[in-house]
T-cell receptor, first 114, second 113 residues
Framework: DTGVSQDPRHKITKRGQNVTFRCDPI?????LYWYRQTLGQGPEFLTY????????KSRLLSDRFSAERPKGSFSTLEIQRTEQGDSAMYLC????????????FGQGTRLTVV | KNQVEQSPQSLIILEGKNCTLQ??????????LRWYKQDTGRGPVSLTI?????NTKSNGRYTATLDADTKQSSLHITASQLSDSASYIC????????????FGSGTKLNVKP
């Protein structure tokens, strides 16, 4: 296990289509985070899982967004009826739950909605 | 409101020169502060991690400082190289609230030959 893996790296979709991204965290990490990053900005928190439980969702996560982590391992982020404003880099990170732990990031999925 | 502010927003320096990036935060209660380097189109990679009791930490040509009283941190890059061109993001985590991470908007550094 060499790190956090995200798939796909790039996705171009037409407005109105649904897209799904996958994140495979570091195997011993029970925490998994999704962030969105637009050009020139830092990552913005979307949601967080501890094992299979989704413990917090940002207000940025509209009802068109849904995230799952069914077995406490990999996670998926689905965006329904995509809009041009959804174009961004979607980053996944994982960590342990120890205080002072570090978040390890994947390479991200770049979404372009045309 | 928990926030992390970084300055400058962008910076251009010549190869071989030094530079200092700033991070001010209001996150409380404070757990730790990290500086990440993010190359264009890539995920952030941690450079340094600092806890409340640490004032200075170095990682090669990168030196981070932390003043927990004034809630300020800096990242000093010595003898810059072209490969230092990237965004540098300050991330502060809260002691509670599931150790939530708060991100600054980053400083975009461009090192020119």
């Amino acid at each position: 296990d060499t790190g956090v893996s995200q798939d796909p790296r790039h996705k171009i979709t037409k407005r109105g289509q649904n897209v799904t991204f996958r994140c495979d965290p570091i195997s011993e990490h029970n925490r998994l985070y999704w962030y969105r990053q637009t050009l020139g900005q830092g990552p913005e928190f979307l949601t967080y899982f501890q094992n299979e439980a989704q413990l917090e969702k940002s207000r940025l996560l509209s009802d068109r967004f849904s995230a799952e982590r069914p077995k406490g391992s990999f996670s998926t982020l689905e965006i329904q009826r995509t809009e041009q404003g959804d174009s961004a880099m979607y980053l996944c990170a994982s960590s342990t739950q120890q205080v002072g732990t570090e978040a390890f990031f994947g390479q991200g999925t770049r979404l372009t909605v045309v | 409101k928990n926030q992390v502010e970084q300055s400058p927003q962008s910076l251009i320096i010549l190869e071989g020169k030094n530079c200092t990036l700033q991070c001010n935060y209001t996150v409380s209660p404070f757990s730790n502060l990290r500086w990440y380097k993010q190359d264009t189109g890539r995920g952030p990679v941690s450079l340094t991690i600092m806890t409340f009791s640490e004032n200075t930490k170095s990682n090669g040509r990168y030196t981070a400082t932390l003043d927990a009283d004034t809630k300020q941190s800096s990242l000093h890059i010595t003898a810059s190289q072209l490969s230092d061109s990237a965004s540098y993001i300050c991330v502060v985590s809260a002691l509670y609230n599931f150790n939530k991470f708060y991100f600054g908007s980053g400083t975009k550094l461009n090192v020119k030959p």
